[in-house]
């Protein structure tokens, strides 16, 4: 009788077992965290996470890192490679005979002769200026001041005043006058300062027999010796400079102004005020 009940029991353990019942545990009561106690573990825990989520950033940025330079190692491979196999073909070919042809170079004789320094006209302004003519610069500037920009008929325009000192040559009724002029473009001029952009206008000009449009780029120059600088854009095909003359070109002359004559004795004093100097 006692063996089978031995039996029996051991029958509905494993009944129980089967059926996903288990043998209840003893229960180990632990006390109650204080909220000091939890805070603690909390920041423990955030720290740790903090930790791991750094060591993981900076494990995917070593390994993007690796994987730029072996992508550049692998561009740099190739291209050696393709020049290696190009030097390869060429090995045991025939030198090639490079020819050239001779540089045919424009008539000096059809361009006009300029002075370092030379008198300007503006028909559509009505009045002359000094100008003078560097290569080194590419485009030509004029003085300005009071430049003020608009819009007119869907087109952007430029208004401005001759940026003069008192005694700068000019006919005095353009001196504070208002001068009107479509922008044709802008450029970005890079000095030590910064880089500023400067608006372009084309005005019709003279100098000796040449006239033609000519784009300046307008900023301040009272502060130099010249209102109008000429660059190589005007000068190119159509004029070679000798610096060692200057004013090889009469003035101009214009309603208001002085005449050539008196401009040319003016001059001559100038120039050799410059040379006793």
């Not at 020819?99 to 004789?109: K, M, Q, V």
């Not at 030509?140 to 003069?164: C, M, N, P, V």
């Given at each position: 009788?006692?063996?089978?009940?031995?039996?029996?029991?051991?029958?509905?353990?494993?009944?129980?077992?089967?059926?996903?019942?288990?043998?209840?545990?003893?229960?180990?009561?632990?006390?109650?965290?204080?909220?000091?106690?939890?805070?603690?573990?909390?920041?423990?825990?955030?720290?740790?996470?903090?930790?791991?989520?750094?060591?993981?950033?900076?494990?995917?940025?070593?390994?993007?890192?690796?994987?730029?330079?072996?992508?550049?190692?692998?561009?740099?491979?190739?291209?050696?490679?393709?020049?290696?196999?190009?030097?390869?073909?060429?090995?045991?070919?025939?030198?090639?005979?490079?020819?050239?042809?001779?540089?045919?170079?424009?008539?000096?004789?059809?361009?006009?002769?300029?002075?370092?320094?030379?008198?300007?006209?503006?028909?559509t302004v009505g009045t002359y200026l000094k100008a003078r003519v560097d290569s080194g610069a590419n485009t030509s500037s004029l003085s300005a001041r009071d430049i003020t920009e608009f819009e007119r008929d869907g087109d952007d325009w430029i208004r401005f005043k001759l940026s003069l000192e008192d005694d700068e040559p000019i006919v005095d009724a353009m001196r504070d006058e208002w001068i009107e002029a479509p922008v044709t473009r802008r450029v970005k001029i890079i000095q030590a300062s910064?880089?500023?952009?400067?608006?372009?206008?084309?005005?019709?000009?003279?100098?000796?027999?040449?006239?033609?449009?000519?784009?300046?780029?307008?900023?301040?120059?009272?502060?130099?010796?010249?209102?109008?600088?000429?660059?190589?854009?005007?000068?190119?095909?159509?004029?070679?400079?000798?610096?060692?003359?200057?004013?090889?070109?009469?003035?101009?002359?214009?309603?208001?102004?002085?005449?050539?004559?008196?401009?040319?004795?003016?001059?001559?004093?100038?120039?050799?005020?410059?040379?006793?100097?």
């Amino acid at each position: 009788m006692r063996s089978r009940s031995l039996f029996l029991s051991a029958l509905c353990v494993g009944v129980l077992t089967l059926a996903g019942c288990a043998v209840p545990q003893a229960t180990h009561h632990t006390d109650d965290l204080t909220e000091t106690a939890f805070n603690q573990r909390l920041e423990s825990l955030e720290n740790n996470l903090a930790l791991r989520c750094s060591t993981q950033t900076e494990l995917l940025r070593v390994q993007a890192e690796r994987t730029q330079r072996i992508g550049d190692d692998a561009r740099a491979n190739g291209k050696l490679l393709r020049h290696l196999r190009a030097d390869v073909e060429n090995i045991g070919q025939e030198p090639r005979v490079v020819t050239t042809c001779p540089i045919e170079r424009s008539d000096t004789a059809s361009k006009e002769m300029l002075g370092r320094n030379e008198w300007v006209g503006f028909p559509t302004v009505g009045t002359y200026l000094k100008a003078r003519v560097d290569s080194g610069a590419n485009t030509s500037s004029l003085s300005a001041r009071d430049i003020t920009e608009f819009e007119r008929d869907g087109d952007d325009w430029i208004r401005f005043k001759l940026s003069l000192e008192d005694d700068e040559p000019i006919v005095d009724a353009m001196r504070d006058e208002w001068i009107e002029a479509p922008v044709t473009r802008r450029v970005k001029i890079i000095q030590a300062s910064g880089t500023e952009s400067r608006p372009v206008i084309s005005l019709l000009m003279t100098l000796g027999p040449i006239k033609q449009r000519v784009e300046f780029t307008l900023n301040d120059r009272s502060h130099l010796s010249y209102p109008v600088l000429l660059g190589r854009r005007f000068l190119m095909d159509i004029a070679l400079i000798d610096v060692s003359q200057s004013y090889i070109h009469p003035r101009p002359e214009y309603p208001g102004g002085a005449s050539a004559a008196d401009a040319e004795k003016d001059q001559q004093d100038n120039d050799s005020e410059e040379e006793t100097r």
